[in-house]
């Protein structure tokens, strides 16, 4: 069973910092991708990352997947306070079908 | 820039009612999926749909859900007979190759 577990659930920064969330997955994933969630909203795409080594890169968000590693990165360069918000990577395993299996979610609160 | 839509975006009902959640997926979208987010916690699976039938279909979505696609532009979750616990965020996506999914804006079902 495809389990993705997110660290760290909780991120506090003051604006103009770097920082990295983690995104670690159980089982060989097929694809990555990451969401962005404002209170009360729905989920934003972010990024889809299909292969190892894939880099995204969005505004002062980056993306990045080892498959090998089973891990994805989410990197935010000189955050400001519009990038808070909570944010999710899911995993998915072609040969269980096509469901999204989340993480628990980083709730990241970038103060003036 | 194409949507997915839900209605109602809130829906309070007793326990043991019945409850229809509808989405209208991206017109050109093949696929269509519903997730639950209860308050605080990750977004989980429920149900994935394509050409017509269910794809897959996680624990959580057992006899009391039931999925359908009345026409050709509706996709609606039915709830049979309500409990406590679904109380939640319903969120359906669609998806046009089955890789990248489009959320919509969900809808909150209060179950008193």
């Known amino acids: 069973e495809l389990k993705v577990e997110q660290n760290p659930l909780f991120l506090s920064m003051q604006e103009g910092k770097n920082y990295t969330i983690y995104c670690n997955y159980s089982t060989t994933s097929d694809r990555l991708y990451w969401y962005r969630q404002d209170p009360g909203k729905s989920l934003e795409s972010l990024f889809v990352?299909?292969?190892?080594?894939a880099v995204k890169q969005e505004g002062r968000l980056m993306a990045s997947l080892d498959t090998k590693a089973r891990l994805s990165t989410l990197h935010i360069t000189a955050a400001v306070h519009d990038l808070s918000a909570t944010y999710f990577c899911?995993?998915?395993?072609?040969?269980?079908?096509?469901?999204?299996?989340f993480g628990e979610g980083t709730q990241l609160t970038v103060n003036p | 820039e194409p949507e997915v839509t839900q209605t109602p975006s809130h829906q309070v009902t007793q326990m043991g009612q019945e409850v229809i959640l509808r989405c209208v997926p991206i017109?050109?979208?093949?696929?269509f999926y519903w997730y639950r987010q209860i308050l605080g916690q990750k977004v989980e699976f429920l149900v994935s749909?394509?050409?017509?039938?269910?794809?897959?279909k996680s624990e959580i979505f057992d006899d009391q859900f039931s999925v359908e696609r009345p026409d050709g532009s509706n996709f609606t979750l039915k709830i049979r007979s309500t409990k406590l616990e679904d109380s939640a965020m319903y969120f359906c996506?669609?998806?046009?190759?089955?890789?990248?999914?489009?959320f919509g804006p969900g809808t909150r079902l209060t179950v008193t």
């Open positions: 749909f394509y050409n017509n039938e269910i794809s897959e």
């Open positions: 990352l299909l292969s190892n080594g």
């Open positions: 017109s050109n979208h093949l696929y």
């Open positions: 996506a669609s998806s046009v190759e089955g890789i990248a999914q489009y």
């Open positions: 899911a995993a998915i395993v072609e040969t269980s079908g096509s469901r999204l299996t």
